[in-house]
């Protein structure tokens, strides 16, 4: 006879398999702010949660770069009720990590870290979700309704050269610092790629930005940043090659092609900040479907519910193509819509 495993509120059980089994009205998957929010209002109206993440809690913050400071105000990035308090008009990436890790600690969010999601099937009404935690044995949750508040983070734009995937080659920009000395490329023509080589320069990085358009296109990149960037450039500091592409890239170099010519550039660090596109994922195989214009997954803006009953989306992940069109400022009010769609037809019942 099997004894009850306790998780977060619930009761769990391991099944006949070995894998524990547990039970939720509603499980969100991601624990970034938006799947946060969404615990929240779901919390509010009465409806509790199990939230998963395959690494802690705002993990996706923790990705930002370090000297990072946020573009909204802090009143603007508050969920829950809980005040955002700053030494600064904005904050910064540890404030932002330390806030939202509270706002989980304030509202007792059912949080489950270090958990992937690799399987959701459809069981008559519920859904089961099948787990992978790190370091413990596989689970599956039942659940009545899903939100996916996942981003698209894992999924970088890949040039499709030979060396992308080497160990000096990042798809990510956290800390310049270990560039110190260094050749570094940065390939890239948005606000990530200057803002990188912006402080990788800072850092003492000898920097290339390599774009393969002949200027920047004006709205794309912050205004505000652009007079340091230019300085930096007429200072000889980031170096900056137009109208090129990445053939290839080997330890400590990068080959060039503009204009039909190749070029070989010194590269010790390479930073590729291409940007990112949405996977269908876990979405795709419950029947979610994908715009291909825009990347968006397919559902009522009004309930953030997708045709498929019960499937609800949040978050940075409904923007499709478009990277800066939700971000925490306005995707954290998708878990109230959410919340309200599902208390109004009796919970997550329906």
């Given at each position: 006879?099997?004894?009850?495993?306790?998780?977060?509120?619930?009761?769990?059980?391991?099944?006949?398999?070995?894998?524990?089994?547990?039970?939720?009205?509603?499980?969100?998957?991601?624990?970034?702010?938006?799947?946060?929010?969404?615990?929240?209002?779901?919390?509010?109206?009465?409806?509790?949660?199990?939230v998963f993440d395959k690494a802690t809690v705002v993990?996706?913050?923790?990705?930002?770069?370090?000297n990072l400071v946020f573009f909204s105000t802090p009143?603007?990035?508050?969920?829950?009720?809980?005040?955002?308090?700053?030494?600064?008009?904005?904050?910064?990436?540890?404030?932002?990590?330390?806030?939202?890790?509270?706002?989980?600690?304030?509202?007792?969010?059912?949080?489950?870290?270090?958990?992937?999601?690799?399987?959701?099937?459809?069981?008559?009404?519920?859904?089961?979700?099948?787990?992978?935690?790190?370091?413990?044995?596989?689970?599956?949750?039942?659940?009545?309704?899903?939100?996916?508040?996942?981003?698209?983070?894992?999924?970088?734009?890949?040039?499709?050269?030979?060396?992308?995937?080497?160990?000096?080659?990042?798809?990510?920009?956290?800390?310049?610092?270990?560039?110190?000395?260094?050749?570094?490329?940065?390939?890239?023509?948005?606000?990530?790629?200057?803002?990188?080589?912006?402080?990788?320069?800072?850092?003492?990085?000898?920097?290339?930005?390599?774009?393969?358009?002949?200027?920047?296109?004006?709205?794309v990149i912050k205004p505000w940043i652009m007079p340091?960037?230019?300085?930096?450039?007429?200072?000889?500091?980031?170096?900056?090659?137009?109208?090129?592409?990445?053939?290839?890239?080997?330890?400590?170099?990068?080959?060039?092609?503009?204009?039909?010519?190749?070029?070989?550039?010194?590269?010790?660090?390479?930073?590729?900040?291409?940007?990112?596109?949405?996977?269908?994922?876990?979405?795709?195989?419950?029947?979610?479907?994908?715009?291909?214009?825009?990347?968006?997954?397919?559902?009522?803006?009004?309930?953030?519910?997708?045709?498929?009953?019960?499937?609800?989306?949040?978050?940075?992940?409904?923007?499709?193509?478009?990277?800066?069109?939700?971000?925490?400022?306005?995707?954290?009010?998708?878990?109230?819509?959410?919340?309200?769609?599902?208390?109004?037809?009796?919970?997550?019942?329906?």
């Open positions: 006879m099997s004894h009850p495993v306790r998780v977060g509120w619930h009761t769990a059980r391991p099944d006949t398999r070995g894998e524990v089994t547990s039970s939720a009205p509603v499980a969100i998957v991601g624990a970034g702010p938006c799947g946060l929010a969404a615990a929240v209002a779901l919390k509010d109206v009465g409806l509790p949660h199990v993990s996706s913050i923790e990705g930002y770069p370090t009143e603007k990035l508050v969920i829950g009720g809980v005040p955002f308090a700053c030494a600064g008009d904005r904050p910064t990436r540890s404030e932002g990590i330390d806030y939202y890790r509270l706002v989980r600690a304030t509202h007792a969010l059912t949080v489950r870290e270090h958990e992937r999601v690799t399987r959701i099937e459809r069981v008559g009404a519920d859904f089961v979700l099948h787990t992978d935690p790190v370091g413990g044995v596989p689970r599956t949750t039942r659940a009545r309704a899903i939100v996916m508040a996942t981003g698209y983070f894992d999924y970088p734009n890949m040039l499709g050269v030979p060396g992308e995937h080497l160990p000096h080659v990042s798809h990510r920009f956290v800390d310049g610092a270990s560039a110190r000395g260094c050749d570094a490329v940065v390939v890239g023509g948005g606000n990530s790629a200057v803002e990188c080589a912006m402080e990788l320069a800072r850092c003492g990085a000898r920097v290339t930005l390599v774009h393969y358009e002949p200027s920047f296109v004006s709205h340091e960037f230019e300085r930096q450039v007429a200072a000889g500091e980031i170096r900056l090659r137009w109208n090129a592409r990445v053939t290839a890239i080997q330890p400590g170099l990068v080959h060039v092609s503009a204009a039909g010519a190749s070029t070989t550039l010194p590269g010790e660090q390479v930073y590729l900040m291409t940007g990112y596109t949405p996977q269908p994922g876990l979405l795709g195989e419950l029947g979610v479907v994908f715009d291909a214009a825009t990347g968006v997954p397919e559902h009522n803006p009004a309930t953030m519910e997708t045709p498929v009953p019960g499937v609800f989306v949040a978050g940075v992940l409904t923007s499709g193509l478009k990277a800066n069109g939700v971000f925490i400022e306005n995707g954290r009010g998708h878990g109230a819509l959410v919340a309200a769609a599902l208390a109004a037809r009796g919970g997550a019942g329906g």
